[in-house]
T-cell receptor
Framework: KNQVEQSPQSLIILEGKNCTLQ??????????LRWYKQDTGRGPVSLTI?????NTKSNRRYTATLDADTKQSSLHITASQLSDSASYIC??????????FGTGTRLQVFP | KAGVTQTPRYLIKTRGQQVTLSCSPI?????VSWYQQTPGQGLQFLFE???????NKGNFPGRFSGRQFSNSRSEMNVSTLELGDSALYLC????????????FGNGTRLTVT
């Protein structure tokens, strides 16, 4: 069964600290993997997309990695800010264009 | 460029009633998909429409239905509401079906009492 699992379920860090969110998937065939950020009360917004041939991609303070062999991805947030408080959702796409959603990691950044 | 617009923003209904939610996609986007989001289940895919045709469907009962109009606007209908239907319903559009990001609206918060 195609699944996407995210860990941790929730995370609390202090402003300025770094953190890493994990996404493990069993989706096959694999097309791409996206990370979305969802602020409270708003819809998710795409942060980055990873395809099979990409290992690392950065978007400002967000760095996503992909290991297609172990079927793992991570999202690293550097020098966290209060505005990083949100849910982060990992979404994996099959070749048939079917999307498999993770249940998300809820990140809270405190001053 | 206007984003995805969902109406209404909040809705309170009682069990047994039916409800219709509306979604206006980003101009030029022909694919519209709907999702149910609850704290315990995360985002659950309902269905996707492309050029007025339902292309994919999730594992939801027949009480959940949708349609897309020629201008790409979409509606979702839930009949015979149950308490468990209380959730945030999100609509997303994208430019073409394959390999483009979903652009989500801010959702309709449905509460069933």
């Amino acid at each position: 069964k195609n699944q996407v699992e995210q860990s941790p379920q929730s995370l609390i860090i202090l402003e300025g600290k770094n953190c890493t969110l994990q996404c493990n998937y069993t989706v096959s065939p694999f097309s791409n993997l996206r990370w979305y950020k969802q602020d409270t009360g708003r819809g998710p917004v795409s942060l980055t997309i990873m395809t099979f041939s990409e290992n690392t991609k950065s978007n400002r303070r967000y760095t996503a990695t992909l290991d297609a062999d172990t079927k793992q991805s991570s999202l690293h947030i550097t020098a966290s800010q209060l505005s990083d408080s949100a849910s982060y959702i990992c979404v994996v796409s099959e070749n048939t264009d079917k999307l498999i959603f993770g249940t998300g990691t809820r990140l809270q950044v405190f001053p | 460029k206007a984003g995805v617009t969902q109406t209404p923003r909040y809705l309170i209904k009682t069990r047994g009633q039916q409800v219709t939610l509306s979604c206006s996609p980003i101009s030029g986007h022909r694919s519209v998909s709907w999702y149910q989001q609850t704290p315990g289940q995360g985002l659950q895919f309902l269905f996707e429409y492309f050029s007025e045709t339902q292309r994919n469907k999730g594992n939801f009962p027949g009480r959940f239905s949708g349609r897309q109009f020629s201008n790409s606007r979409s509606e979702m209908n839930v009949s015979t509401l149950e308490l468990g239907d209380s959730a945030l319903y999100l609509c997303a559009s994208r430019k073409r079906q394959e390999d483009s990001p979903l652009h989500f609206g801010n959702g309709t918060r449905l509460t069933v009492t």
